[in-house]
């Protein structure tokens, strides 16, 4: 959420400022901005609108051999020029760009106001550059950066240039994540390594509280209260090639098509033949600590929620073990009592959303024990929990989450055998899930070769609709509550999941011919259950499109595979058939593309879909 990019060098900042500002564009992209600094002094350029604007009006002339770089997705006041990011000083010498947010931002305006400084923006940043400004003219630019923030109440990743000392950017951390890139002969800084890797493998990741200054061939990383913390820097497994498009025309559908290889990867060294279980190298807690977990508690934020309620399932069907998710939100506000014999578990593509974090904290505090299941390595949910299992899904770009939701899933079969295993989970269903889990890739492939048929259903039966409903059952609920997610986030057809049985419980009251239903349907003990639902819609003239592992004609198709059919649905989309357990994984797949094809017909923005930014690391 929001992008920050930074460059001290002897080349031009800005090239390589509008690069990472390219690169970052999908944690935010209502407006955008650069401020450099050279021999001319300090020159901004800002836009509401995307980067591309920003390039379109950027002045000839605008060159600096330092300077800082901001993508925005608004907290504080709207998407304007004005108040697009980097924000200065009162004095203009002193520009800012920060993620996060200011929370006594209102008070510290007033301070301000009462000292005669007129604030231009509506940003809490520009508290931040008023603070800084008033300092840099007297003392060295990284400690009025330290005096300013010790007055700040809230999280920033922050970056801070002034043309009075050209030689230096000074950037700090709390909550927000920065990682600064040693280039030869010029430093980067990026909230994100994706606007790095194209100019150095090596990065310090900045903790919490912590401080950087860096110049052309040097930087120094302190404490906020100034002591050296020598951080060295590290190689990053993460390459330029995980953000190109690969021949795709975006990133949602390069990432759909990527499963195959990003669930190979989850499973990767994870599968023991031998002991017909899960070997789960970053999990912390021996076969004695699991055999005390009474409950696990799973907890995540949208499509990372949804997972985890696949992932309970998943758990509570192996291991015997109840389980359930509940959106971290709501959990850290509702003073959840923590139990000693809980497994918590913390569910994050990122690694930065906040309201995770944040139960992640009241875990903590509360004495609980937390572990991830986390994609992006080194992230600050990983490290606040200390240990978990890295999904291994790779970065993921596109806004809405395909890839993460299905590795994330994989990810918790993983877990739930591994559980199981210790449990009374046998060694032949163990040796089962290994070989459906070994299957995996393939069947999604398998999956993805049906993509022109799933376009065609999306195409003539979802983009014409204003509205989808989307029910299952059980594992298929968990299915539908993420089909009905990805439709409504890229395609902006408005969508709701229901679990089946309750839609005649008032939802049916919308059903209608205009109205179509998307049905999962797992080949399990609830198929009839489902088909009995299908009938309730048909009844009342409402198009029903299946998604089913059941083999042909179990639905009473007649071999419907596409639209037009045999008027009992408008199609059947059929996966391959996998262990009951994993269907999930297999049957949110159609539900990707499905949403995909529509967006597309739709002529959407797929991969920056209005009003939504990745990683949302504010409230
Ligand atoms: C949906 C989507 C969001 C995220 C949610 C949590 O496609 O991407 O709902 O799943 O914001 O994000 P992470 O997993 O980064 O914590």
Redesign the pocket.
């Known amino acids: 959420m929001c992008g920050i990019v930074g460059y001290i060098g002897s080349g031009d900042a800005v090239p390589v400022l509008i690069e990472g500002l390219q690169r970052l564009e999908y944690r935010g992209y209502d407006s955008a901005g650069i401020a450099v600094a050279g021999r001319s002094g300090l020159k901004v350029h800002k836009r509401a609108g995307r980067v591309d604007d920003l390039v379109a009006t950027l002045p000839k002339r605008h060159r600096g051999g330092v300077g800082i770089g901001h993508t925005r997705w608004a907290t504080h006041g709207e998407p304007t020029d004005v108040n697009a990011h980097p924000h200065l000083d009162a004095s203009g010498h002193v520009a800012v760009a920060h993620n996060g947010i200011v929370e006594n931002a209102a008070e510290l305006r007033a301070k301000l106001a009462a000292e005669g400084i007129d604030l231009v923006s509506d940003t809490d940043t520009e508290v931040i550059a008023q603070l800084v400004g008033i300092r840099a003219a007297d003392m060295a630019l990284e400690d009025a950066v330290r005096e300013a923030l010790s007055m700040i109440v809230g999280t920033y990743g922050l970056a801070v240039i002034d043309d009075r000392r050209p030689d230096r950017l000074v950037v700090a951390r709390n909550g927000s994540p920065v990682v600064l890139g040693v280039g030869r002969g010029a430093h980067h800084v990026a909230s994100d390594v994706a606007a790095l890797v194209r100019h150095t493998d090596q990065v310090v990741h900045l903790d919490d509280h912590e401080l950087a200054v860096l110049h052309a061939d040097s930087y120094r990383t302190f404490t906020l209260d100034a002591r050296p913390t020598d951080k060295q820097p590290a190689t990053t497994e993460v390459t330029a090639t995980a953000f190109d498009l690969a021949g795709h025309d975006d990133y949602m559908h390069k990432e759909i098509h990527e499963q195959p290889t990003t669930v190979a990867r989850t499973l990767s060294g994870r599968l023991d033949r031998r002991f017909a279980t899960a070997h789960l190298g970053g999990l912390d807690l021996s076969a004695r600590d699991l055999l005390g977990v009474r409950r696990v508690k799973i907890l995540?934020?949208?499509?990372?929620y949804y997972a985890g309620l696949a992932g309970a399932l998943l758990v509570e069907g192996l291991s015997r073990i109840p389980a359930d998710a509940e959106t971290a939100s709501e959990f850290r506000y509702r003073n959840p009592v923590i139990d000693a014999d809980t497994l918590y578990v913390a569910?994050?593509?990122?690694?930065?959303?906040f309201d995770?974090l944040a139960a992640v904290q009241e875990i903590k505090r509360k004495g609980g024990d937390v572990i991830g299941v986390v994609n992006a390595p080194g992230s600050t949910i990983a490290g606040e929990c200390g240990s978990g299992v890295y999904i291994h899904a790779g970065p993921e770009v596109s806004?809405?989450?395909t890839k993460?939701f299905t590795s994330t899933v994989v990810a918790f079969a993983l877990l739930a055998l591994h559980l199981g295993r210790v449990r009374d989970l046998g060694p032949g269903d163990g040796t089962r899930l290994i070989d459906g889990l070994d299957a995996l890739p393939g069947a999604i492939d398998e999956v993805l070769r049906a993509e022109d048929a799933i376009a065609t259903v999306a195409r003539e039966v979802i983009a014409p609709a204003a509205s989808a409903f989307f029910i299952g059952r059980v594992r298929g609920y968990a299915v539908a509550l993420e089909g009905a997610?990805?439709l409504k986030?890229v395609s902006y057809i408005h969508a709701e999941a229901y679990p089946a049985a309750e839609l005649k419980h008032g939802p049916l009251a919308l059903v209608g011919p205009e109205v179509p239903t998307v049905v999962v349907v797992p080949d399990d003990h609830l198929l009839d259950k489902n088909l009995a639902s299908v009938e309730e819609i048909r009844a009342r003239r409402g198009l029903v499109i299946a998604v089913t592992d059941a083999p042909a004609g179990a639905l009473g198709e007649g071999g419907t595979t596409g639209p037009g059919g045999d008027g009992r649905f408008a199609a059947v989309l059929r996966v391959p058939r996998t262990e009951p357990e994993l269907a999930p994984v297999l049957l949110g797949v159609p539900l990707q593309l499905l949403a995909h094809h529509a967006a597309l017909a739709l002529g959407r923005d797929i991969d920056r879909p209005r009003n939504l930014a990745?990683?949302?690391t504010v409230e």
């Open positions: 995540g934020c949208g499509s990372a569910v994050s593509q990122s690694g930065e959303t995770t806004v809405a989450s993460s997610q990805k986030e990745k990683s949302v």
